[in-house]
């Protein structure tokens, strides 16, 4: 019945065709590989000049004339899937019957000529909330209306004819009708001042000009215009504009965060010694923004919800919103002025500003433990996904845009920066930073590829990088390293490490790791012996004075890229000292590691709950306990059968009451208890507990705001509580706001009734007002663990809709989709459902198949950890 349901929800959302697909391989749907290269090979100096009215409600009505130098004439084929094509001219003269097929416009070779050509097309594009390249947003607390594009990794001809590949810069000049009332951003400055238009609207219109730019990549192009309020901070060095909401203005940081971006800018022009690559920078809080942030060229849109916080912020909040600055700002130079050639090489500008954005925290706010940060930010994300059978190298080969979104995820992200970290320890900083100099150099507005970059620091370095980067860059999967501790007759201990491959995929022998392993001594002294991993088993010899270790760990400071599994003697050590442990950073890799055993089925999730109940009163480190306290959300909630959880969750529950409870210990920490009790609770006490708290109007140390008021709310609605309704309603009373709106949408979708899990489902494909990031906030509470018999009906539609999803949402949302309904469930029954599927439809394309064995993962070691359990 639910099969047949999102089959016709599919059915009926899907875009209608224009004309029958073309057979010619070049027409076909998409931007293949092998029309990319073809026009590399054809095109040059290319130039958009694009005018746009955004003045009516649905549709943006435009032109753009695109100039390009031919190297001989031909066939061009631009790429336009808009809503309409209107006229075409070429080189002066109308085209009368245009070749069209809804994905591609092609000149005849007859129309062309070698030399320059010009091409005038007039069309329309769709103004939309969700699917659209132009995302309308509607201000529930105000009525006011805005806009913005979002054209990544290939939506640039969803806006207007153009070469949609990255390869192909171009100049772009814009003219934007809007209504006079609002303000307009755009990657240059403008032109000329204000002038009166004749929009297709119902309000006065003026028409905004802007300077061209420099070379920039088809999917960098963007725009916003609504009545935004505006700041410039006084003390910035560079004059740079925020751009937010007008009902949101008084509420965010405004200098705090231009501050930021300029700093990140300055010190990035050191580090490259090249001036900053554009010529202005402006940023833009967008509202629903459906991930952290987009780097166009000029004018950075960052997400909205997750730079203005409507409660204190602890501090992993705060260093998540200057990370993803320093990410953003570094893409000026990694990804706007050097592109990757294809999005095979994403990794190139994603990985690049994470790692930047590491260095730039570790060199600009030397006490924030920057390291520390990158590892709990970047690794265990990389490890879950590289280690399951799904896993894809940094170097995703691609042979149609149409498939770039699925390219997004943790491991261009996340350990793409962290292979990143192995090489420069391996060629060191100075050869590293002169290698990524001469890269910027070489490859200035234009693109290069990940050997280019290899090349450019293996020079500087005097090494060749070639063999590093088939291990590192083309072979999937990743090391794992088991520790082994034996004891000498004359009582001293040798450690032994064995490299293997968390799965048999592609590519044979070890990969080489350089490293240094920490030695920790009954005095709680710390040895570090430097160890080059070239085989795979290689002995330790131990000094005299670490002859005895109380534990050993094969990873310390992360240099290395591999999943540490420590050895019996260290388990135990660590099962009673852990909280001893001076160094910071060190004590959150080996949190990190007895988790990877937890996920391993070779340590109890109870036994981890219990250790980090005990230990954590003693930690002040904000970051590791809400990282720890979030695997022991997962571990009780997941891990443990129900017998088990049952058994073990009121005193759970009482440590992580008491923890939020102590006045002793600061907000960050506090919080993070408080948000795991939150999600911990379910025994009917519990939820009493949690009711009166939305009474008390304060918790942990801090005034009870609207995000912690809703996750509490949605958790008695996910229980059933019988208060939940009433404090649903009374909650969407007193938070009607865009933001409020919202977060009621996400709570409704925790309600545990079949009624409500259908409509919700078909919300998510039916309704086209409803924006994406609504859909991606509301999955968790959809698919809750606790309501996984509820929601096991809707596993295999979920997986029957992922082409739709690839062609109907933004990058990420596919990974959301997928993990949000495969890792809900917790059933070796669900899990057969899911293998069936796989193997059941062997024409899925490789992409989602990767992407559902990804999510898998997480499923099978669920159901693995609770058999154990269960035995």
Known sequence: MLLSLATFLLSLTAPSARAPMALDSLMGPGISRALATARAAQLRDVRYALRLDVTPRDSALGTVTARFQLERAGDVILDFRGQRLGAVEVNGAALPAPDYNGAHLRLPAAVTRAGENTVTVSFVARIAAAGSSIIRYRDATDGAEYLYTLLVPADANQLFPCFDQPDLKARVSLRLVAPSAWRVLANAPTAEPLEPANGHGTAAAVEHRFMETEPISTYLIAFAAGPWATVTAPSSRRPITMYVRASRAAEVEADSIILANDAAARWLEQYFARPFPFRKLDVLLAPAFPFGGMEHPGAIFYNEDRFIFRERPTLPQRLGRTATIYHEVAHQWFGDLVTMRWFDDLWLKEGFATYMAAKMQASLDTASGAWKTFYLRNKPAAYSVDATRGTTPVWQSLANLDQAKSNYGAI??????????????????????????????????????????????????????????????????????????????????????????????????????????????????????????????????????????????????????????????????????????????????????????VREARLDPARYAAIALRELPRESDEQIVAGVLGRVGRAVIAYLPSARRDSALASVEDALRAGASDSTKPYGVRKSYLDTYVRVASTSRALTDLDALLDSGTAAGAPLRPPTRWAIVTALIEHGAPTAERRYAAEARADSGSEGKRRAFVAGAARPDPATKRAYFTRYFADSSLNEDWVTASLEAFNSVEQSRLTRPYLIPA????????????????????????????????????????????????????????????????????????G
Do not use: C
């Open 412 to 597: 261009v992200y996340n350990k793409a920066p962290s292979v990143l970290k192995q090489l420069e320890y391996l060629v060191g900083g100075d050869a590293f930073q002169r290698g990524v100099r001469r890269f910027l150099t070489a490859h200035a507005y234009g693109n290069a590829t990940w050997r280019e970059l290899l090349a450019a620091i293996g020079a500087e370095s005097g090494r060749s990088l070639e063999g590093w980067g088939k291990q590192y860059i083309l072979r999937p999967g990743m090391p794992v390293i088991d520790q082994e501790l034996r004891t000498g007759t004359n009582g001293r201990a040798r450690l032994v490490l064995r490299q293997r491959p968390a799965q048999q995929l592609s590519g044979s022998g070890p990969w080489p790791i350089r490293t240094n392993v920490a030695v920790g001594l009954a005095s709680g002294a710390i040895v570090r012996l430097p160890v080059t991993l070239d085989a795979d088993s290689v002995v330790v010899t131990l000094p005299a004075r670490a002859a005895r270790p109380a534990f050993v760990y094969a990873n310390a400071d992360d240099y290395a890229y591999a999943l540490v599994l420590p050895d019996e003697r260290t388990v135990g050590w660590l099962d009673a000292h852990i909280g001893t442990v001076s160094d910071s950073f060190l004590r959150a890799m080996l949190w990190g590691a007895l988790w990877d055993l």
């Open 799 to 870: 997986l029957d809709s992922l082409r739709w999803i690839q062609a109907n949402r933004r990058i990420f949302f596919l990974g959301s989709w997928i993990s949000a309904f495969v890792e809900g469930q917790t059933s070796a029954e669900a899990l057969l459902a899911v293998d069936r599927f796989v193997s059941e439809h062997p024409d899925l394309p490789r992409d989602l198949r990767e992407k559902i064995l990804q999510a898998e993962d997480e499923l099978t070691r669920t159901v693995r950890v609770r058999g154990r359990g269960d």
